[in-house]
Structures are given as structure tokens and as C-alpha cells.
């Protein structure tokens, strides 16, 4: 029966078909803009159906549709137009200008914004600027395209972290970090690392630059407070890429490139060096009557071997330089959409060698978003972004002697790194070869990461819309060691190996209300309420062990003799209610929001667990009052202020509780301890800031810019106090004290010229920022609790962290001796250490100062692009002297020092940096002699090229063909002259390992320079 009723429909269905398809024909027409002149790349679509094109070079399309159906015409500034196909084969369309739309919209947190409308300090940086860095972690390519915002690499290794500070430091050990959100949902960032002694491993370096639409900076407490208790340290928004209705468009960007260290570093000793150091050594200390007859002894004994082979220079710092190490990365993605959905998905690679041999980074990474009208009222969209990297990590944050970044330093040059026959030479003693060990032992990090944000919008009503969004920030991460049995620090254990596998997983749930009210073309009203919950759960396992039976044998199965297992379990909660309203009155002439978020967090204890914060923020479009709407020089004139309390609680878990640990033991039996010395009184540090700035732009935006002051007071600090010892700890977190950031910013752009065939235009920003602490406890005898390590001081009245040591009064002409000031400024003087009172030395490891400068430059399709960065009114300290830059017995006789060592005392009237070498073995005396001035200019980014013309590419089916070269760190200027190591050095503590801003061992930032080309098509 069915067979005979589709054999009697099947004519009327054919004649169906043909109908319809008789109907469907082309259509072809131009678009211009309200001038006339052709608009390329304007988006058509047939209202209903996923047919869509965009307008070639020229404005002209050609699009397949029938009668009745409705073509719209959209297009980035000027109004959508809808046509209905009528009998005629081409429709024309003029657009109009859409002056509103035309206006930069600004994603500012939960909410996005015109630029007219911002109340805050908010800095926008576009993919365009971002891609001019080539680096694993996108955070460092703000450093100079951001005013107010500093960079510290924690270390140059591939795929290593970077901290971020903005305006300033608001806390002293609750952590200084920004928040970061990637698509409007809050994300983890920093290291994941496990073991701190290896190379840290950057969270954000699992985000693909490439897929990054633009970045925003949210500074001040209108912009930041929207996000409460995260959000002291200010905002790093992050956008990725969406794609849009029309044509589907293919994008290949690719590079490669070499790299090297960006400075030349210290340079050790050559073996006749240090020969000539080590005999004067042993001459001034008595040992032998003349220095001859110390290097004739010498060379009869550690050295002859070395004087009868030729001499020969090991040269450690060229053997384990990887010298054009190679960086390359390459993309390929995919964007378009048609009516009532749109799709961006893309893949890409990146593989980066490490400056010295046994390291590198390398990472896969997909993203796949997608937003479709389920119905005509509720949208579904989600940015879903994977990645997994690979770190081949060493030892560097320490003296670690296995590492082949510290070869140069503690390795001897009568060593040589190769053995006749080109395989590295297996000396004995307790610095093994790091050459052999780089290929024969392992310590691997491995990430896997999944972002994914899922949201619904529902627009009900009139004005009003709901919306729910899920995020997952997915972690897997392992880390994996194995020392071989045969060689080096796992020959006495015939071999070890660990291995530490963590989960981690971040959920955020959010539901928001939004409710835009217009009372008339002149008032109009934006509210949004939202609640939010997020929670993090930490799984951890790992073990270790030594003893295996045979080589090649690296799994813990196979250990003879296990030797620790770990596992935890963490996990937090922050729950929040946030309410926000925007008014908008005359066309945002004037505008005022508020913004006011309760939030709780599991780090404190019920009674103190929720705090308030809020803001308020105003601004006044003068160039929109009738004085001013027909200047001719004023385009935009704006004043605005806001205040506002933020909040801060990143400090460890548990810290409100007294807790017993379990996981030590007692002759083999499980045992507890106490572990925490809890405090049930902490509660949030706050943040108070007033900002208040004016943005201008004048001659047709030919001058454009800002101007902010802002002043933050950061109260109730949550401060690791000292405890007296016989209450069992060392410290406690208490609320205590007070500290003061503040400084103003100036950004300014120029566009000098702007024409069919030329542009020119130059940019750059400066801030000034001064911290002090202004508040510490006292005791009951009204005296002030400082903090004090070995080189910094806390105290009120100066910086946090502010360096705090003896003053160094130079080598004395006379007598070749290291002299200090006794009172530790000016005045008498004294060889003897310990009588050398330590002061104050002046600031700390913040920049007070920091500058970009930004030139852009094109013409006929050639372009140059240049940013360079400043950061100065800052101290850093050499962390390692007393072993390889002194003149004593250990970079002499046991390690190896710098050539500036050279420069020491010889006879009466030598008037030199260093004393007379001696072979003892100096205990540490920290002082100003190696406190450095850590100024410093650096060309972070040039990038020359040439964009094909697109007429040229019409004929091969492309819509942009561009080549570029692009260099990084190519030049960096020092101004202190006895600072050897890159003045970039990290402003946190490593996690309490070392005081901030004090030089370590770690790899210095790259200089690479790379050949690209980007293809859309």
C-alpha cells in the first residue's frame, strides 16, 4: 500500500520540487556605505535558512534566493538592512552609518559596555597588539601595552609563569595575583606545578593566543568590584573568538623562529682566570711566599692535568647552550554561521627549545564556540577550549648542581664537558656532568585542560532577560622524575624516581537577571542581579622510591625500596550575590552605576565568612553638552570617578582552624600532631580605592587618551605573624596592619597620519606608583611589630618588602678589604661585618615606574609595528654571591665565579669592586654591594611586513595573505652596570623560598626572532 501511495504521489512531488526550485534563482548587487564607497566583507544572509556570502574587495555579492525570502545586509558600524527578493536579479544596497554602534564596545566583567559609558579605569588591548609577542603564557604579552601593569617572569623557561601586578601590590602575603576571566567566568591561573624546585608550569599557557578576540584590564574598584573577594588585585579579562553569520572563513597563522637568552649574563671564569685568582688567594693568606710559587703548586696539583693536556677551556656556558633553539607556532581555525547560529572552531600547535639544553615546552590546543537561537527568544552558546603541554622541566629555582642552567657556575673549568670521542665526559664528585644527565633522566610536567562555558539567555519579556551559565575548568595534571643508576645523584641509590598526579577542577555556576528600562530617549536604567557559586576540588596521589633492579627501568613498580606516598584531598567553596544598576541619562552625557556583592568564602570561619563590597562610579560626557557638541577639535571629553571596596582571601585553606596532621609517624605507627595554630578571628583583607580620571580625544581622535590618580588602602592585611616558640609554631595569619598604593597613569596615542596609502601613529603609556605600608600592631609597650628577614624589613613607613641590610662602604684602597658604614649610611667605617648596622636601602622589588611605547607604521601594504617597555625606581638583589661572586675560597677553589672578579684588590692605592681573594670559606653577609639599581629599557616586540593587496588575491580564492618577521626582546638597556643577571627578576616570594625580587639562577627571557604568514580564505 505504501509503495502504490508514493508511487501515485510521486509526480505531484516532482512538480513540487520543480516549482520550488524554479522559483530559486541569483542574485547579485553591490553595497556601499552612505558615501558611496564600496564595503567589503558586509555579511548576507537569507533570513531562515544557512545560505549566506559576504561582499567581495569591491562591495559586489552574488547569493542563490527565491521571491518572498529576506536577504539582510549586516555590517561592523552601520545599521542591518533587510530586503525582500522581489522579480529583479539585483539588489543594491546603500548602508547607513549606525553612530551608536559605531562606538567601541568594551566587555567590562558581567557586562559589556560602550567606551562613553565606562566609569573605571579600563584598558583594552586587541588580538592584533596581542599576537606581536610570540609566547606559550598570553599574560606576557601585556607587559607595555598596558599603563600601570608590570610583568615578572618567574623564570625564561618554556611554558614557565609570569606575575602580574597591577598598580602596585594591595597585600603582603594574601597574594597580589589578578583575577582572571575567560569568557565572563572566573578561571585558575598560575603554576601548577608540584614540586618547586623545577620549572614552573603557566596554567594560561594552555590558551592558544591565537584564538583570543581581545584582552581587558579592569584597574579600579568600579570596573573590579563586581567580582568582590577576587578582585583586589584587578581583572585580566580574556575573549576568544566567535564567529559570525555569513561565509565561512579559514584562517592559517603560522611561525617560526630561533631564540637565544636575551642578555649574555654573567660570564664565568675561564680555568687561567681562575688559576691567577686562586694563586693570589693562597699568596695573601700566608700559604705560600709568593704567588708564583702558589700557581707553580697549583699546576703540580689540581691543575696539572689541565697544563698538560694544552690548556683547554671547558667553557660550561657554550656546552650547555642550545644555541638557536627553535619556536615555531601554527593554527588553523574556522569561523562563519548562518541565520540564527555562529561557529568558531580552531587547532593549533607550539613548540618552544629552551635556551640551554634538556628543556622545552610544547602544547595541542582546540577550541570549539558555538551559539545558536533555540528559539526566538532563547539563545544557547558555548567556548569550549582544550590543550594539553608537555614541559621537559629541570631543576632551577636553587643551587641545584644536576641542572644545566647552574653548570656554568658551579662546575669547574678544569672539567671538560666531552670526552675525545664527543660523549659526555662521566666525571666524578658531587657536580656530575649535566650533559649526560639531560639525556639519560627524567622530569617531565604534562597538563591536560578543558575550559568549557555553557550559557542560556531568555528574554521573556519586554526589557527583561534570564541567563544561567555553567563553567568547568578541568585540570589533569603529572609530574614524573627519574634519576638513572648509573651516573650522577641515582648512582648511589641505583636509580630513583617519583612520580605526583593531581586533579584539579574548578565549577562555577551563575544565574543572572537583566532588566534594561527606558523611560524615554533621555533616561534609561540597566539592572542585573546575579548569584553565583563556585567550588574547587583538589585530588592529589604520588610516590616515590629508589633501588631498581636493572637500567632502563624508570616505572615505581619496579623499585626495590619505596620511600614516601602522598595523597590529599582540598577543596573550597565561594558563594556571592551581586547586584548592579547603570543609569544613563541624555544620550550618556551623564552616567553613574553602582554596584554593591556579598560574598562567602569557605576560607574563613562562619562568624566571619561573608563580607560586603561595593562601588560606586560616575561619569560626565562634557563633549555631549551644548558647549561643546560643535567643537570642531573636541571629539571626546570625559570626566569620571569611582570608589569602592574590594576584597581579598587568597590565603591557604584551614588557616581559621586548629587542626591535628596525621601525616607523620611514630617508630612506624601512625601518629598526629599539631599542625595549624588557628585563628577563629580572620576575616577579609579589604581594599578601599578611589579613582578618578579624564579620557580625551581631540582632532578627529588624531589625539586621544587618559589621565587617572587613584589611591587604594589596603586594610586588615593577612599577615604571617611571628609567634614565640614556646607556643609550639612559628607564625599565625592574624588582621593586621595597613598599606597604601598610589600613583597616577597617563596614556596617549597620536595619529599622526591616516590615509588611503599611508598611517602613522604612536602611542605610549606611563605610570607612577608609590606603595608603603602605614599601620602595623604594637605591642603592650606601644612598640611596633616589624617583620625582618635576612635582606627586607616590614615595617610602617616604607615599602613592603623594603630592602633592609648593612651598607657596603666599598674595598679600602689601602688594605684591599671589604668595608661597611658602622652606622649604615655614611661616616665611620668597619671590616668587621657584624658591626655594621643594617637600614633602610630604598624601595623594594616593585617598579615605582613603568612605560610603554607603541609605533605603527604602514604603507602600500607594508607595515612596522614596534612596542618597547620601561620599568625602574626599583632594587633587585644578587642572590648568590657569597659562592659565585666573591672573592673567596668557593668560586675559586671549589665553584666557579664571574669574570668581574678580575677587578679585586692587587697592591696600596688599587681602587677596585672587589677585595683581595682569599680561599676561606666566607659565611653569608647580606649587604648593598649587591643591591642593584634594576632599571631597564627593553624593545619588546618589532614586527616588519607586507599585507598583499586583496585585489591581487581575488584570482586564488583569498581574502588576506600577510608575511611578517617578528623579533622579541631584541635589545635591553641596564642601568646599573654591576647588575649581570636580566633585570626582570620575579616580585613574589616562590612560595616563601626567597624574598621578592631577589635574583635566583633560573633561565632569562628569550630574544627570538621568527618568520610568519597568516592566510584567511
Known amino acids: 500500500m505504501r509503495a502504490k501511495l508514493a508511487w501515485m504521489l510521486a509526480p505531484f512531488l516532482v512538480l513540487c520540487m520543480s516549482f520550488s526550485y524554479g522559483q530559486e534563482k541569483t542574485i547579485s548587487g553591490s553595497v556601499t556605505d552612505q558615501g558611496g564607497l564600496p564595503l567589503p566583507g558586509v555579511s548576507i544572509v537569507v533570513v531562515g535558512t544557512s545560505s549566506g556570502t559576504q561582499t567581495d574587495f569591491d562591495g559586489n555579492y552574488v547569493i542563490s534566493a527565491s521571491e518572498g525570502q529576506v536577504l539582510r545586509f549586516s555590517y561592523i558600524g552601520q545599521k542591518t538592512v533587510e530586503r525582500t527578493v522581489g522579480t529583479s536579479t539585483t539588489v543594491n544596497v546603500q548602508m547607513e552609518e549606525d553612530a551608536q554602534a559605531l562606538e567601541e564596545v568594551v566587555v567590562t566583567g558581567y557586562t559589556s559596555q560602550r567606551r562613553s559609558d565606562i566609569t573605571g579605569s579600563v584598558v583594552k588591548v586587541d588580538s592584533e597588539k596581542l599576537g606581536e609577542i610570540i609566547t606559550p603564557s598570553v599574560d606576557q604579552a601585556l607587559q607595555g601595552n598596558v599603563s600601570g601593569l608590570t610583568v615578572s617572569a618567574t623564570s625564561g ?10 598598580r602596585g601590590i594591595s597585600s603582603v602575603t594574601a597574594g597580589n595575583e589578578p583575577l582572571y576571566v575567560i569568557d565572563g567566568v572566573p578561571v585558575n591561573s598560575g603554576s601548577v606545578g608540584t614540586d618547586g624546585a623545577y620549572s614552573s608550569l603557566s596554567a594560561l599557557a594552555g590558551i592558544d593566543q591565537t584564538n583570543i578576540e581581545s584582552i581587558t584590564v579592569l584597574k579600579d574598584a568600579s570596573a573590579t568590584s563586581q567580582y568582590g573577594a577576587r578582585d583586589s588585585n584587578g581583572v585580566i579579562l580574556i575573549t576568544t573568538k566567535s564567529g559570525r ?28 682566570q681562575r688559576l691567577e685568582l686562586a694563586s693570589e688567594a693562597y699568596f695573601n693568606d700566608g700559604i705560600f711566599g709568593s704567588k708564583q710559587d702558589a700557581m707553580d703548586a697549583l699546576l703540580a696539583g689540581p691543575y696539572a692535568e689541565w697544563d698538560a693536556n694544552g690548556r683547554p677551556e671547558a667553557r660550561w656556558d657554550r656546552a650547555v647552550a642550545n644555541r638557536d633553539a627553535i619556536i615555531q607556532q601554527h593554527s588553523f581555525s574556522a569561523s562563519g554561521g548562518g541565520e540564527g547560529h555562529t561557529f568558531f572552531a580552531s587547532l593549533g600547535y607550539m613548540q618552544q627549545e629552551a635556551t640551554v639544553v634538556g628543556s622545552e615546552f610544547e602544547r595541542i590546543s582546540g577550541s570549539l564556540n558555538f551559539s545558536k537561537d533555540l528559539t526566538k527568544n532563547i539563545t544557547f552558546s558555548t567556548n569550549n577550549q582544550a590543550s594539553h603541554m608537555y614541559q621537559d622541566a629541570y631543576l632551577e629555582t636553587s643551587a641545584y648542581f644536576e641542572s644545566p642552567r647552574t653548570a656554568k657556575f658551579f662546575l669547574s673549568p678544569l672539567l671538560t664537558p666531552f670526552n675525545p670521542d664527543g660523549t659526555p665526559n662521566q666525571f666524578g664528585g658531587s657536580t656530575p656532568n649535566p650533559l649526560y644527565l639531560v639525556e639519560n633522566n627524567v622530569s617531565d610536567n604534562r597538563l591536560t585542560r578543558i575550559v568549557t562555558n555553557n550559557n542560556v539567555t531568555w528574554d521573556f519579556a519586554k526589557g527583561f532577560t534570564f541567563g544561567s551559565t555553567f563553567n568547568v575548568d578541568l585540570q589533569l595534571y603529572n609530574f614524573r622524575t627519574y634519576s638513572n643508576p648509573e651516573y650522577g645523584y641515582g648512582e648511589p641509590t641505583s636509580g630513583d624516581a617519583s612520580q605526583y598526579d593531581r586533579t584539579n577542577v574548578f565549577y562555577v555556576f551563575q544565574n543572572y537577571l537583566d532588566y534594561a528600562l527606558e523611560l524615554n530617549e533621555d533616561h534609561r536604567f540597566d539592572f542585573k542581579v546575579l548569584q553565583e557559586y563556585q567550588a574547587n576540588r583538589r585530588y592529589f596521589v604520588g610516590g616515590a622510591g629508589q633501588s631498581f633492579a636493572d637500567g632502563g627501568l624508570q616505572n615505581l613498580d619496579n623499585l626495590g625500596t619505596p620511600t614516601s606516598i602522598n595523597s590529599s584531598f582540598n577543596d573550597w567553596y565561594v558563594g556571592a550575590y551581586l547586584g548592579m544598576v547603570k543609569y544613563s541619562a541624555f544620550d550618556s552625557r551623564y552616567v553613574l552605576d553602582l554596584s554593591y556583592r556579598r560574598e562567602g568564602n569557605s576560607r574563613f570561619s562562619k562568624k566571619n565568612r561573608w563580607g560586603n563590597f561595593w562601588s560606586v562610579g560616575a561619569a560626565w560626557n562634557l563633549n555631549k553638552e551644548s558647549f561643546l557638541a560643535d567643537s570642531e577639535w573636541i571629539n571626546a571629553l570625559k570626566l569620571r570617578g569611582s570608589y569602592g571596596v574590594t576584597g581579598n582571601a587568597l590565603i591557604d585553606t584551614n588557616q581559621f582552624q586548629s587542626l591535628i596532621g596525621f601525616s607523620n609517624d611514630y617508630a612506624g605507627e601512625g601518629a598526629g600532631y599539631l599542625s595549624t595554630f588557628g585563628n577563629e578571628d580572620l576575616t577579609w583583607e579589604t581594599s578601599h580605592t578611589l579613582d578618578v580620571g579624564v579620557d580625551f580625544g581631540l582632532f578627529n581622535n588624531a589625539v586621544s ?3 587617572a590618580y587613584f589611591n587604594r588602602d589596603s586594610k586588615d592585611l593577612l599577615l604571617q605573624v611571628p609567634l614565640s616558640r614556646t607556643t609550639g609554631f612559628t607564625s599565625q595569619i592574624q588582621n593586621i596592619g595597613e598599606l597604601n598604593n598610589k600613583g597616577f597613569e597617563v596614556d596617549i596615542n597620536f595619529n599622526i597620519i591616516n590615509n588611503d596609502d599611508m598611517s602613522l601613529s604612536l602611542g605610549g603609556n606611563i605610570s607612577k606608583v608609590k606603595n608603603e605600608i602605614t599601620k602595623l600592631p604594637t ?16 615595617e610602617s613607613g616604607h615599602p613592603a618588602y623594603a630592602w633592609y641590610m648593612p651598607t657596603w662602604a666599598g674595598v679600602n684602597p689601602d688594605t684591599g678589604q671589604e668595608e661597611w658604614y658602622v652606622n649604615g649610611v655614611d661616616g665611620a667605617t668597619t671590616n668587621n661585618f657584624n658591626d655594621a648596622e643594617a637600614v633602610f636601602q630604598g624601595g623594594n622589588a616593585v617598579p615605582t615606574t613603568t612605560a610603554g611605547l607603541n609605533l605603527n607604521f604602514s604603507y602600500k601594504g607594508f607595515f612596522l609595528n614596534a612596542t618597547g617597555y620601561y620599568a625602574g625606581g626599583h632594587k633587585v638583589y644578587e642572590g648568590w654571591h657569597l659562592y659565585l661572586h666573591q672573592n673567596n675560597g668557593y668560586p675559586l677553589t671549589v665553584y666557579n665565579g664571574y669574570n668581574t672578579l678580575l677587578d679585586r684588590w ?16 666566607e659565611p653569608w653577609q647580606r649587604h648593598s654591594k649587591f643591591l642593584y639599581d634594576a632599571d631597564f629599557i627593553r624593545l619588546r616586540a618589532l614586527t616588519v611586513g607586507y599585507d598583499v593587496p586583496s585585489k591581487a588575491l581575488e584570482n586564488v580564492g583569498l581574502t588576506k595573505l600577510r608575511f611578517f618577521v617578528r623579533g622579541n626582546n631584541l635589545l635591553t638597556w641596564v642601568k646599573d652596570d654591576n647588575l649581570l643577571y636580566d633585570p626582570e627578576v620575579d616580585v613574589d616570594s616562590q612560595n616563601g623560598t626567597v624574598d621578592p625580587g631577589e635574583i635566583g639562577l633560573e633561565t632569562p627571557p628569550a630574544r627570538s626572532i621568527s618568520l610568519g604568514v597568516n592566510i584567511n580564505f
Open 157 to 166: 623557561t618554556p611554558g614557565s609563569t609570569a606575575n602580574i601586578r597591577i
Open 245 to 272: 553569520a555569513g561565509k565561512t572563513v579559514f584562517s592559517i597563522n603560522s611561525s617560526y623562529g630561533f631564540q637565544n637568552d636575551a642578555i649574555t649574563g654573567p660570564v664565568p671564569l675561564t680555568a687561567a
Open 906 to 921: 692587587q697592591q696600596p692605592g688599587d681602587n677596585v669592586r672587589y677585595g683581595a681573594p682569599t680561599t676561606g670559606g
Open 779 to 794: 605591642d603592650p609597650n606601644g612598640v611596633e611589630s616589624t617583620i625582618t628577614t635576612v635582606r627586607t624589613r616590614i
Open 705 to 707: 587618551g587618559s589621565f
